[in-house]
């Protein structure tokens, strides 16, 4: 598990433990099934269908015929026949499958990559212009983010929910500050103090020299971007010809760099952080050694948090707002507005009752509920988590699931369980976070982005195929120059060599794409919201 590398494992991959994921309304407390009137009501619910799925997990997977699995199949009147693939070895048993002809009736992806658009080309998928909306969950997907799954006006996929904003972004120990009599950093001029200070001045009055300012692992991760302005994914900046660029290549990310060599020979970021995984960087965070980091309301781990507090007991975190840019913005980057697709196979055309009774299966597993209603008075939350007592318990008003591997649940099967929010914020994260510094962090955090605008990385409505197939490649050449300038290996005056190197290898037709589907999109420079 990574902070980021591919967009896609960024958005997912926030702390250790999977977000909540539940449904409302739509249901029939007394029948337990799904509402005769919904969209999906014309399916003809007498017969029997059985419907098939490949989809990947990271984790364990849930048992072949779980009580979860049993519940599906009873409440839809299906023979539902999941087949998982861990992460790793997905991409690989997909092009495969693909390959074969033989392709089950739901692929889901972590995202549109380039086997995505090549197989959306081929005609493997079925297009769901029309569906979409005809289901209330899939009808709040914005225009704007089905255009990542368009492809030649066709929309190819249903797009899991992600919150809007709440990325991960910079967090900092305010005991350590008060400790030291400083306050959280406005500037990176505060927080290069700060930083230093953390490393030399013993904020955690043990008198031992144990403690730093960043934590930090390979490929610069996080860099601590403190705004869109300084973020390596946006498409911010622009190059002398006038072309959107990578933030990764700009002078805002040079001057960076800069900064961050600065910190290394001062001590104040994790040494030898190249070689270092993103689980050995949290350790460092929630152990104690470390005194900046990033977090997020949703997804974190509750179990890191109360090793930190164990350690610590006074320990107190809070986030670091957005610094002011030079060209005067202010504020981080949104996300994508999805993270995990699902795609029906286009055979299915010749199947319209199949085809309804998928729709409602995804579109049941979707359904908001608020988060007073996150128990077994609410039917289908209920239902979902596998019944009060066997799937879940409530403790201390937050929901405790049973291991997805014991599969007691639905949500432990469905192709998509994902409640789709009406807004960030009624997601009620924080409050569902039982250790309360964590709690606290959260709920910090959301109002934070609550006050803060986000801009809307432009780079997330299109496609660029020399991108998809090279993006790894060349971010990683980036990410090695780039490190061995922080560590003084390199001068920073070879800055220029190093990004014509990437534009020769393939970074030149990458902006070359993006920035033809910018104008085909009809961008005219950044939004925020």
């Known amino acids: 598990m990574i902070y980021r590398g591919k967009?896609?494992?960024?958005?997912?991959?926030?702390?250790?433990?999977?977000?909540?994921?539940a449904c409302s309304g739509g249901g029939d407390a007394k029948t337990d099934q799904p509402n005769a009137g919904s969209a999906g009501a014309a399916t003809d619910s007498q017969k029997k269908q059985t419907i098939t799925m490949i989809d990947f997990r990271y984790g364990a997977f849930p048992p072949t015929g779980g009580k979860g699995l049993e519940m599906i199949n009873e409440k839809f009147n299906v023979d539902f026949k999941p087949q998982y693939v861990v992460r790793s070895d997905y991409d690989q048993k997909l092009s495969a499958v693909v390959a074969s002809g033989e392709i089950p009736d739901i692929i889901v992806m972590e995202g549109p990559d380039s086997n995505f658009y090549k197989w959306a080309k081929q005609g493997a998928f079925l297009p769901l212009?029309?569906?979409?909306?005809?289901?209330?969950?899939?009808?709040?997907?914005?225009?704007?983010?089905?255009?990542?799954?368009?492809v030649n006006g066709k929309i190819y996929a249903v797009q899991k929910y992600l919150t809007e904003n709440y990325q991960l972004t910079p967090i900092i120990r305010k005991d350590w500050l008060d400790k030291l009599g400083l306050e959280v950093p406005k500037n990176y001029d505060e927080l290069k103090k700060v930083a230093i200070a953390f490393a030399q001045n013993d904020p955690d009055g043990n008198g031992k020299n144990d403690t730093y300012g960043l934590a930090m692992s390979a490929n610069i991760n996080p860099s601590f971007g403190m705004g869109a302005y300084w973020d390596l994914d946006a498409w911010y900046h622009k190059n002398a010809d006038g072309q959107v660029i990578p933030g990764i290549i700009s002078e805002a990310r040079k001057e960076h760099i800069g900064w961050l060599a600065d910190?290394?020979?001062?001590?104040?970021?994790?040494?030898?952080?190249a070689l270092l995984?993103?689980?050995?960087?949290?350790?460092?965070?929630?152990?104690?050694?470390?005194?900046?980091?990033?977090?997020t309301p949703r997804g974190m781990n509750p179990t890191s948090m109360q090793g930190l507090v164990d350690v610590n007991p006074n320990a107190k975190i809070v986030p670091i707002p957005p610094f002011q840019a030079p060209d005067g913005s202010q504020g981080f980057t949104s996300s994508p507005g999805f993270y995990g697709i699902v795609m029906l196979n286009a055979k299915l055309a010749k199947d319209p009752d199949k085809v309804n009774k998928i729709m409602e299966m995804l579109d049941y597993g979707r359904k908001f509920v608020p988060l007073e209603q996150r128990n077994a008075s609410n039917a289908d939350f209920d239902w979902l988590n596998g019944k009060e007592g066997q799937g879940y318990k409530i403790e201390n008003d937050s929901v405790r699931r049973e291991a997805e591997e014991k599969g007691l649940a639905p949500i432990n099967y469905l192709p998509d369980k994902t409640m789709w929010a009406p807004n960030d914020v009624a997601n009620g994260y924080s409050k569902e976070y039982n250790v309360p510094l964590l709690r606290d962090l959260a709920a910090s955090l959301e109002k934070m982005h609550g006050e803060t605008k986000h801009l809307i990385n432009p780079a997330y409505s299109v496609f660029s195929e020399t991108k998809a197939s090279k993006d790894t490649e060349l971010s990683k050449f980036l990410y090695t120059e780039q490190t061995k300038m922080i560590f003084g290996e390199k001068p920073l005056s070879d800055w220029d060599k190093m990004v014509k190197e990437w534009s020769d290898k393939g970074g030149a037709q990458i902006i070359k794409e993006v920035n033809e589907g910018l104008k085909a999109n009809g961008y005219s420079g950044p939004q925020w919201k």
Do not use: C, H
Request: charged share 20%; no cysteine; glycine share 8%.
């Open 277 to 295: 995984n993103w689980t050995q960087t949290n350790k460092e965070f929630y152990s104690g050694k470390a005194g900046i980091f990033i977090g």
């Open 263 to 273: 910190l290394y020979k001062e001590g104040a970021i994790t040494k030898d952080f």
């Open 129 to 150: 212009n029309d569906l979409l909306d005809k289901y209330p969950t899939m009808k709040q997907i914005p225009e704007n983010t089905r255009k990542a799954v368009t």
């Open 7 to 21: 967009t896609w494992t960024a958005a997912a991959l926030v702390g250790a433990i999977t977000l909540t994921s």
